[in-house]
Each structure stands twice: as structure tokens, then as C-alpha cells.
């Protein structure tokens, strides 16, 4: 499926199960690079506006740019309160940007979508002199046990995890985009906490996985039920990430 469209059967899931990011972001990015709330943030691969939102609290003004409508149109209602919010029908090949324009250029749970050369020619392109680029990735923890049965469960019924897993992204891979320009790593412990209705929709949100349309479902469901009473504590399973902040220019 395209990389720009296979969301747009599964918005509402993604809205309400899939997490924000920890404050400690922001606070780092303050430190390490001054973030001021009058910085020009373009946030490529904005989606439904999760990472967007985190920005303008902070005061910044934001472009959402997002290629996929349903997920475009999903934040621009989100995030309708903000006045500092601008959505854009874009992508990370072709912003629809102005040259140096931006001061940061955020790329959350999206930069494995991208086509890496095009990107850094756009990228290049609409940041202002000194910009810096933020690439933030929630990963599933490794070492949690409800995370491995978790894995287990994924590679058992995806249907092309293996191809567009955000794991296939190497520290190569993200060195050569930040070259000639060194970067700086956090990695900051997250998570998220579900009864059994929210860990079947934080399962289908994900674009690998059947959605509840297909004839894959069912057995998918009853392994998820499986899963969820092996792990549950008071009816709720704790859904463990480590969350890694990429800082430097571009």
C-alpha cells in the first residue's frame, strides 16, 4: 500500500490509542538548542497532530504538513483551538514550504516513510540558517515481557510489518541523513496504560495489523484477549516505550 494512504482506514484508532511523547522533549530540546516559542516548527508527517500539539503548547508555531487527507483533516479539527496551528497538504519530499522558513523541522514517528534523499533536498531547502532537525521515534521496550508476547503477537498476524517497521531505520541510516552535521541522542522511558478495549485498538491502529474489517480479525482479536489476561494487573496492562529524541542541523 502507499506509504501516503494506508492510514486512512484506521484515523479514529490512531487518535485515540496511539501516544503522545514525554515532556521531557521539550525540555530537552530548550536545552540543547534554545527552543524559543516564537521558533517556526514544520512537523513533517504531522498525522493527526500528536507531535504538533506538544509544539504549539509550547508556544511555537506550527505547519502540519501531511500528505494522507483523512489524517490531515482529523488535525486540523484537533487542533482547531490553536491559532498558531497551519496545515498543509504536503510531504517530506515536497513540503509547499517557502525556502528558509523554518527554524525546526520535527519528524515524529514518521522519518521511515520517507524517500531519504528527496527528503533532505526539501528539508535543506525550507530551513532557515542554523535550523535543527528532530527526528522522534516511540519504540516498543525491548526488554518488557508484555512487549515481547506483544512482538510475538505482531509478527504471528501482521501483513507487512517486517517492510515498513520504523526498526529498519539504522543509527547509519540516521547519521548519513544528519551528515555532515553531527547529532545528539536521548532515549527517555514512556508509556501507556489500557483495558482490553483500548489494547485491541492500539493493535489495529497500527497499519501492519488486520483492521476490524478483515476476515483476519476474529483469531487476531482472540489472541489479543490471550495476551491481554496473561499480562493484566487490575484489568490493565502497561504498554512500556522508550522514547529516542534525535537532535542536530540539517
Excluded at 489500557?194 to 493493535?203: A, C, H, M, Q, T
Amino acid at each position: 500500500m502507499d506509504s501516503k494512504n494506508r492510514f486512512s482506514d484506521r484515523v479514529e484508532q490512531y487518535i485515540k490509542y496511539r501516544p503522545a511523547y514525554p515532556d521531557a522533549v521539550i525540555s530537552t530540546l530548550q536545552l540543547e538548542i534554545g527552543l524559543m516559542s516564537d521558533d517556526v516548527v514544520a512537523d513533517i508527517g504531522s498525522g493527526t497532530g500528536i507531535s504538533a500539539q506538544l509544539l504549539l503548547e509550547h508556544g511555537n508555531t506550527v505547519y502540519g504538513v501531511e500528505p494522507n487527507e483523512p489524517m490531515r483533516k482529523a488535525s486540523e479539527g484537533l487542533l482547531r483551538e490553536y491559532n498558531n496551528f497551519i496545515s498543509v497538504h504536503g510531504s517530506s519530499e515536497h513540503t509547499g514550504l517557502k525556502e528558509g522558513s523554518v527554524d525546526v523541522i520535527v519528524c515524529a514517528q514518521a522519518f521511515h516513510w520517507f524517500s531519504p534523499s528527496e527528503t533532505k533536498r526539501e528539508f535543506q531547502r525550507i530551513a532557515a540558517n542554523g535550523a535543527h532537525l528532530v527526528i522522534l521515534f516511540n519504540d516498543r521496550s525491548a526488554s518488557d515481557p508484555f512487549q515481547q508476547d506483544y512482538e510475538m503477537l505482531i509478527q504471528e498476524f501482521s501483513t507487512d510489518y517486517q517492510l515498513v517497521t520504523h526498526r529498519n531505520i539504522s543509527e547509519e541510516m540516521i547519521t548519513q541523513f544528519y551528515s555532515p552535521y553531527p547529532f545528539k541522542k536521548w532515549v527517555f522511558p514512556y508509556a501507556q496504560y489500557f483495558d482490553l478495549e483500548g489494547l485491541i485498538g492500539r493493535v489495529v491502529s497500527s497499519s501492519y495489523m488486520p483492521n476490524e474489517d478483515s476476515p483476519d480479525f476474529p483469531p487476531l482479536k482472540n489472541a489479543i484477549e490471550v495476551l491481554f489476561n496473561s499480562h493484566k494487573r487490575n484489568g490493565i496492562i502497561t504498554f512500556a516505550y522508550e522514547t529516542s529524541l534525535y537532535v542536530g542541523r540539517i
